[in-house]
């Protein structure tokens, strides 16, 4: 069964950082573009960053540029999310999810998406 699973969310006061994981079981990450996508109370889900499989490229949505840093290991077959100098407005359910194919360009459909995990900003 292919799964993704995140984990380290959780509270941080406006300023902080948080290290979000995903790493995948069932399947391997290497031939994939990865992303991460958040969704926020009453909001709809929407693209925060993806990284290439081939490349490394990356891209991430205007909010969050210059703050937040996509990376992968394919070896440990895991993707990351550093967030620094979160926001109030950070607070949302982060998911990585598998893209189809290798390149982030275009949105690609998602393939693989994780259970999600709480990121809540909050002085």
């Known amino acids: 069964q292919q799964q993704l699973v995140e984990s380290g969310g959780g509270l941080v006061q406006p300023g902080g950082s948080l290290r979000l994981s995903c790493t995948a079981s069932?399947?391997?990450?290497?031939?994939?573009?990865m992303g991460w996508f958040r969704q926020a109370p009453g909001k709809e889900r929407e693209a925060v960053s993806c990284?290439?499989?081939?490349?490394?490229?990356?891209n991430y949505a205007d909010s969050v540029k210059g703050r937040f840093t996509i990376s992968r290991d394919n070896a440990k077959n895991t993707v990351y999310l550093q967030m620094n100098s979160l926001k109030l407005e950070d607070t949302a359910i982060y998911y990585c999810?598998?893209?189809?194919?290798?390149?982030?360009?275009?949105?690609?459909?998602?393939?693989?998406w994780g259970q999600g995990t709480q990121v809540t900003v909050s002085s």
């Open positions: 999810a598998a893209m189809m194919g290798r390149y982030c360009s275009g949105t690609p459909p998602v393939i693989v």
């Open positions: 069932g399947f391997t990450l290497e031939p994939y573009a």
């Open positions: 990284i290439s499989s081939m490349t490394g490229s990356t």
